[in-house]
């Protein structure tokens, strides 16, 4: 069965730093075409956070995240991560990872990511 686990998301002050993971079961992200991190704010779509393309490893950020946020992956841990720094009150969100798989596709469960004062 295949899931996604997110965590490491909390409260943080304006400034801080977080690391999001996403954990892997029932299949390794080394099979995936590509896997991402989105962000859902309140009120507001669902938007591309930052994404890594499995060929050749080349990541994608959103222009809002660009020189703050990092996207990685540990194979060997089978887990996704994002190191997010500098972080503002618009970064404040729920984030999901997600795994594309040709034809499917994965979602996590989402972590809350709050930054306020």
């Known amino acids: 069965q295949v899931q996604l686990v997110e965590s490491g998301g909390g409260l943080v002050q304006p400034g801080g730093s977080l690391r999001l993971s996403c954990a892997a079961s029932?299949?390794?992200?080394?099979?995936?075409?590509?896997s991402s991190w989105y962000r859902q704010a309140p009120g507001k779509e669902r938007e591309l956070v930052a994404r890594?393309?499995?060929?050749?490893?080349?990541?994608v950020y959103a222009d809002s995240v660009k020189g703050r946020f990092t996207v990685s992956r540990d194979n060997a841990k089978n887990t996704m991560y994002l190191q997010m720094t500098s972080l503002k009150p618009e970064d404040t969100a729920v984030y999901y990872c997600?795994?594309?798989?040709?034809?499917?596709?994965?979602w996590g469960q989402g972590a809350q990511v709050t930054v306020s004062s």
């Open positions: 890594i393309i499995s060929a050749g490893g080349n990541t």
């Open positions: 029932g299949f390794t992200f080394s099979s995936s075409a590509s």
């Open positions: 997600k795994v594309v798989r040709p034809p499917r596709v994965h």
